[in-house]
C-alpha cells in the first residue's frame, strides 16, 4: 500500500530511506523496511518475509518476541553507521536475517523441528547467501549483511530460550523385541539368546 501510494502521488519516500552517518538518515531505521522502489522490489521481499516470518513465529515463538525486532532495528543500525553513503530502503535486511536465525537454529539446536525448518529455508532460500556480497549496482548489500550477522548471532543466544518439542514415541517403540521379551519371560534364557543372535550375525 505504502508502494502505491508513493507511486500514484509520487511522494519520492526514498528520502525516508537510512542515510548513513547523516542525522536526518536515522528515521530510516524505523521507516526504511516499509520503502521500496519497484513492485518487483516490493514483491521479493513480501513471499520471504511471509514464509520465513511464519516459521519464526510458529517453531520459535518466544524468540520471535526479541528477534523479530532486533533484527528489524539493527539491521537499520548497522546500515547506518558501516554503509555506504546513499538512500538504503527496502525490507531485505529483515528477510535475511529470520533466514540466518532459522538456518543457524537448526545446526545449533538439532531437534526434528529446527532441522526440517533449516533445511527447507535453505532449499528455499540458499541462494540468498550471495546476497551478503557486493554483487550488484544499485542493491543494498549491506542491509543484507547486517541482517544476516544480526540473525545469525540471535541464533547463538536463544538457541536455548524456547524448549525444544517433546519427542515423539510410536506404540511400536515401547514394545519388547524377540530378546527383550525372552529375557522378560525366563533371565536364564538371556544369555543363551544372546549367543544364538551373535552365532546369526556371524552366519
Known sequence: MIWLLDLAFDLELQQFGVLPRELDGLVGIVTSPLIHSSFEHVFSNTLPLLILGSSFLYAYPKSARIGIPVIYVGSGVGVWVFARSSYHIGASGLSYGMMF????MGI???????IAISLTVFFLYGSMVWGIFPTK???SFESHLFGAIIGAGLAIVLRKYDPAPPEKRYDWEDEPNEFEASA???PRH?????KKQVQRFLD
Open 137 to 139: 549496482v544499485g542493491i
Open 108 to 114: 545449533l539446536r538439532r531437534d526434528r523441528l529446527s
Open 184 to 186: 522378560i519371560e525366563d
Open 190 to 194: 538371556s544369555a543363551e539368546q544372546a
Open 101 to 104: 536465525f532459522l538456518f543457524m
